[in-house]
């Protein structure tokens, strides 16, 4: 590693959901267990954020950092290398440190940057593809070898999750830490009928459709499926291992159902979403990836239905996501750019 104190730098809240917070505890998780100092700054939903990193053991600082603070931070600390993740802090923060002559590592979803960095790490499934659009990156990791998996996901084994072909399929439900578009209510309102469901739906930390939530829950349950609704959950990895399918967003939580072995039915609630989401499909890795906002109720009813009734095609795309990952993406970060 370049220096024993790593700076990360993220934000959390409703609208930017908490992704960007999550996979960097992956590289603090990593760096703690190394001997080295992770100093994370974290911004956003405080009080969310303060819960969430409490109950992962992270020692965040909270606050809207300026750029003149974090530097002043990143100086006085002696600080080897400084981590960004989220595209509006990479445009306001690369620039001057740069300046600054302070070595940056990016964590990037957007598929290009100019700015000339030590490392960009891009950990979607198509970012291989991608290389010419880092050019002024001195090191580009690139693909879902780099998947930044939490500690509350490695505890299983990769493939842990065994589904069941039961009449009564368990479904997780889980879109990100805030779902900004409510797409769980619409979800829970749009499941089909036809072959009742045990539903775990997952409301993340900075979830705030709680009036919706709770009328779609009735109405799951008056057409026969048994909802068990779970708020910001400490084990969510238990729950993907004891599902047999996920409906979900197309964002991190992929990686993890994909180590865990669970199929995974999912769509783009955001724009960064949406080119992974596509590539995984094509790819056969998983079922959906529509962009949310363009599917018609008559759509995903229709995504639903075809995705619970078809047993060998969920697992054969089990098969496939199951290769793609392992535990060991966070640990190449580090070694390789840290």
């Not at 080897?80 to 923060?93: F, H, N, Q, R, S």
């Not at 009449?167 to 990100?176: A, H, N, S």
């Not at 967003?249 to 999912?266: M, N």
Request: with cysteine; net charge negative; proline share 4%.
């Amino acid at each position: 590693m370049t220096g024993r104190r790593v700076l990360f730098r993220a934000d959390a809240s409703h609208a930017g959901g908490f992704g960007h917070v999550a996979r960097l505890c992956a590289l603090i998780e990593e760096l703690q267990d190394r001997g080295a100092e992770p100093i994370a700054m974290f911004g956003g939903d405080a009080p969310a954020l303060g819960s969430w990193c409490h109950a992962h053991g992270i020692a965040a600082l909270l606050g809207n950092w300026s750029v003149t603070e974090l530097v002043q931070i990143a100086e006085a600390e002696h600080v080897g290398t400084i981590v960004i993740d989220g595209p509006a802090l990479v445009e306001e923060l690369v620039p001057e440190l740069a300046k600054r002559e302070l070595r940056t590592v990016i964590i990037d979803d957007k598929g290009t940057l100019d700015h000339a960095v030590a490392a960009v790490v891009n950990h979607n499934i198509h970012a291989e593809q991608l290389a010419a659009t880092y050019p002024n990156a001195n090191k580009r990791l690139l693909g879902r070898r780099y998947l930044m998996l939490r500690k509350e996901m490695r505890r299983y084994a990769r493939g842990s999750c065994l589904p069941r072909n039961m009449p009564r399929l368990r479904v997780v439900i889980t879109y990100g830490g805030s779902d900004p578009v409510d797409a769980t209510s619409r979800t829970l309102r749009l499941l089909p009928d036809e072959r009742p469901l045990e539903l775990v739906v997952v409301a993340g930390p900075s979830y705030q459709h709680d009036d919706e939530l709770r009328i779609a829950i009735q109405h799951a349950r008056d057409r026969g499926h048994t909802v068990d609704l779970h708020e910001a959950p400490d084990d969510p990895g238990g729950l993907f291992v004891n599902a047999d399918v996920a409906i979900c967003s197309a964002g991190g939580t992929l990686g993890e159902l994909a180590y865990l072995g669970c199929p995974a039915l999912a769509y783009a609630i955001a724009k960064d979403q949406i080119a992974p989401a596509r590539h995984q499909v094509h790819a056969g890795l998983i079922a959906g990836g529509r962009t949310w906002s363009e599917a018609s109720d008559d759509l995903l009813r229709a995504d639903f239905e075809a995705f619970l009734l078809d047993d060998l095609g969920r697992a054969t795309q089990r098969q496939r996501a199951l290769a793609t990952a392992d535990s060991d993406g966070a640990k190449r970060i580090i070694e390789e750019a840290l």
